[in-house]
C-alpha cells in the first residue's frame, strides 16, 4: 500500500535559521509531488509541486525552495526563515493512475 | 484561473444538528472535486469526491453532489456528532491539471 511520511511533526525555530523538512512516499513509482502551507486560521496554500525528479513549479514567491532528489523524495528548504515563515506544512502526492491526492501528517512550524 | 470558494466559519452546532457547507468553485473544463477534513492537530484526510456532474459523493454521513448548472459542490450531514468537530476544506482537480485547488476551509465546532 501507498504511505506517505513527513518529518519532523513540529519544529521551532529562530529567525535567520535554515530549514529542511522532508517528505517521502513509499508504495508508488512517479507519484506527482506537493508542497502546501498553512497559515494561521487560514486556507492551504500551494507553494510547490514536481512531476518528477529535479522537477519543480514554484506557485508562490517566497523565502522557500524545494527540491526532488530521488523519486519519493521531496523536500522544503529555506535559508534564512523569518518569521512569516510559520505555519502548518503538508505534503501530498498524486498518483497519474488514481484521481486523488493523499497528505501527510504535517509539520508544525514556528518561527521565534 | 481555478478558484474555490466556501463559506466562512466557525459553525458552530449542537449534536444532532444538520449541517451545509457551502463551496463554489470557477474552472475551465470539468474538474474532479473534493472535501478533505482536518481534524485537530492532524493532516489532511480524503472525505469525499465527485468526478463528474450530477456525481455524489458520500463518506460517513456526509454527502455532496457535483451540480455543474451551479458550480457548486455543497456539504450536507444529516445528524452531526461532536467527533464531526473539525475543519472541512472544498478542491478542486481540473483533469488535465496537477495541481489541487482548496477553498478557505470551514472550522465546524459541534457542542454536547
Known amino acids: 500500500s501507498q504511505t506517505i511520511h513527513q518529518w519532523p511533526a513540529t519544529l521551532v525555530q529562530p529567525v535567520g535559521s535554515p530549514l529542511s523538512l522532508e517528505c517521502t512516499v513509499e508504495g508508488t513509482s512517479n507519484p506527482n509531488l506537493y508542497w502546501y502551507r498553512q497559515a494561521a486560521g487560514r486556507g492551504l496554500q500551494l507553494l510547490f509541486y514536481?512531476?518528477?525528479?529535479?522537477?519543480i513549479s514554484s506557485e508562490v514567491p517566497q523565502n522557500l525552495s524545494a527540491s526532488r532528489p530521488q523519486d519519493r523524495q521531496f523536500i522544503l528548504s529555506s535559508k534564512k526563515l523569518l518569521l512569516s515563515d510559520s505555519g502548518f506544512y503538508l505534503c501530498a502526492w498524486r498518483s497519474v493512475r488514481v484521481d486523488g491526492y493523499t497528505f501527510g501528517s504535517g509539520t508544525r512550524l514556528t518561527v521565534v | 484561473g481555478n478558484s474555490v470558494t466556501q463559506m466562512e466559519g466557525p459553525v458552530t452546532l449542537s449534536e444532532e444538528a444538520f449541517l451545509t457547507i457551502n463551496c463554489t468553485y470557477t474552472a475551465t473544463g470539468y474538474p474532479s472535486l473534493f472535501w478533505y477534513v482536518q481534524y485537530p492537530g492532524e493532516g489532511l484526510q480524503l472525505l469525499l469526491k465527485a468526478t463528474k456532474a450530477d456525481d455524489k459523493g458520500s463518506n460517513k454521513g456526509f454527502e455532496a453532489t457535483y451540480r455543474k448548472e451551479t458550480t457548486s459542490f455543497h456539504l450536507e450531514k444529516g445528524s452531526v456528532q461532536v467527533s464531526d468537530s473539525a475543519v472541512y476544506f472544498c478542491a478542486l482537480n481540473e483533469a488535465a491539471g496537477n495541481k489541487l485547488t482548496f477553498g478557505g476551509g470551514t472550522r465546524v465546532l459541534v457542542k454536547p
Open positions: 514536481s512531476v518528477g525528479i529535479g522537477q
